[in-house]
């Protein structure tokens, strides 16, 4: 099964690194990790997606809860939340297959944001599975090049 762990964490030097050397060190893959500072500035949200049984998930936050720069950690999946994920793909586009190319983005409210003359930068963000769906869209184009930000979540409404 597939866990969101949300994270608060003191946004101090080398907290990334060390959390996720912990995880490894236990054996536990991290799927998605992305990190980056909130509304307050000593701190930070990390977001992970770890896959495994209910045993697994007890044991990532255990360990998440039992470091000092761990403020709180908490599996949001079973929560209602909001996550997206962003990602730039670049494809082939020649000329006659342009127009395609930019009715795909449209149809998956995704954006382009370069182009050259052999290729389109395109730019779209959601949840997970939308943008699996836009890759496989692309494929028949040629995928050049993907980058993705890893998801970042949080729980709909007021917190506990």
């Known amino acids: 099964m597939r866990h ?3 994270a608060l ?8 690194s060390h959390i996720s050397g912990m995880l490894a060190s236990r054996g ?5 990790l992305a990190v980056g500072e909130t509304e307050n500035s000593k701190l930070s ?7 495994g049984d ?13 470091l000092v720069t761990v403020v709180s950690a908490e599996d949001i999946t079973d929560e209602e939340y909001v996550e997206r ?8 586009a020649l000329p006659g297959s342009r127009s395609k190319i930019i009715e795909m983005a449209e149809i998956f409210r ?16 959601g949840r997970e599975s939308k943008l699996e769906g836009f ?7 040629g995928i050049i090049e993907l980058a993705r930000s890893g998801i970042i979540a949080m729980r709909r409404g007021c917190p506990k």
């Not at 964490?9 to 990334?16: A, D, K, M, R």
């Not at 890759?135 to 184009?141: A, E, L, Q, Y």
């Open 4 to 6: 969101v762990i949300s």
């Open 9 to 16: 964490v003191q946004n101090t030097p080398g907290v990334l």
């Open 28 to 32: 536990y893959n991290i799927d998605s």
């Open 45 to 51: 949200r990390m977001t992970f997606v770890v896959v």
């Open 54 to 66: 209910e045993k697994v998930q007890e044991q990532v936050l255990k360990q998440l809860q039992k």
């Open 85 to 92: 994920d962003l990602m730039l793909i670049k494809v082939e």
């Open 110 to 125: 995704a954006k382009v944001v370069d182009v050259s003359d052999v290729s389109m930068m395109i730019e779209v963000s």
């Open 135 to 141: 890759v496989d869209t692309m494929r028949p184009f």
